[in-house]
């Protein structure tokens, strides 16, 4: 898996982004990025096979990053526990933060640890509710979008949002359109 340094816009000035993101914030700054829907928890741990080539700087360093970005911007702390199901409060709390970031002229980051479960699928989400995009559509946008990070596919988080917009969809289906 590859992980992004830079955040990708998706639309209305609505961006996706992961740790490493907290490292450019000239690069937010730039892009007129003011507000961050942060959806993880302070205290998940980062691990991985080879912390050689892992490019996220490891704990504390990245919560000591976080913290500097607190200051410098406006943080909506929205935590989702990773791989679990997302209630529909967390839906319509995330959704109501991107309308009302964009409805106020301001750009904002969907930010999760890795971006590959919790940003894309309120990426997703985002666009369903307020564009209207039939699920297959945003699914493959996001992908397109996101490409370089890969998929992370656990059903319960992807069940939630097919289950919070009443679609017929199974995860099989998600798999694909994110592979289309």
């Known amino acids: 898996m590859v992980y992004m340094q830079s955040p990708v816009h998706i639309i209305d000035g609505i961006y996706l982004g ?3 993101v907290l490292r450019q914030r000239d690069f937010l700054q730039h892009r007129c990025i003011t507000h961050i829907l942060k959806l993880f ?4 741990v980062l691990s991985y096979p080879d912390p050689q080539k892992m490019l996220i700087p490891a704990l504390p360093s990245w919560l000591d990053e976080l913290t500097a970005v ?11 526990k990773l791989d679990a199901p997302i209630l529909p409060e967390a839906f319509e709390q995330g959704i109501n933060f991107l309308r009302n970031q964009v409805r106020g002229g301001n750009h904002a980051l969907i930010f999760s640890r890795e971006r590959t479960v919790r940003a894309p699928i309120l990426a997703v989400a985002y ?3 307020v564009h209207r995009y039939e699920m ?5 946008l996001v992908s397109k979008l996101n490409r370089t990070v890969g998929f992370g596919m656990n059903p319960a988080p992807w069940q939630s949002l097919m289950t919070y917009f009443k679609t017929p ?7 694909y359109w994110w592979s289309d």
């Not at 928890?41 to 998940?44: A, G, R, S």
């Not at 607190?70 to 989702?80: E, H, M, Y």
């Not at 297959?136 to 493959?140: L, Y």
């Not at 969809?169 to 798999?175: Q, S």
């Open 127 to 129: 666009l369903m509710e």
């Open 136 to 140: 297959p559509d945003a699914v493959r």
């Open 41 to 44: 928890y302070n205290h998940e």
């Open 169 to 175: 969809y199974t995860p099989d289906d998600l798999k």
């Open 18 to 20: 992961g740790v490493p």
């Open 70 to 80: 607190a200051q410098a911007f406006t943080v909506f702390d929205t935590p989702l």
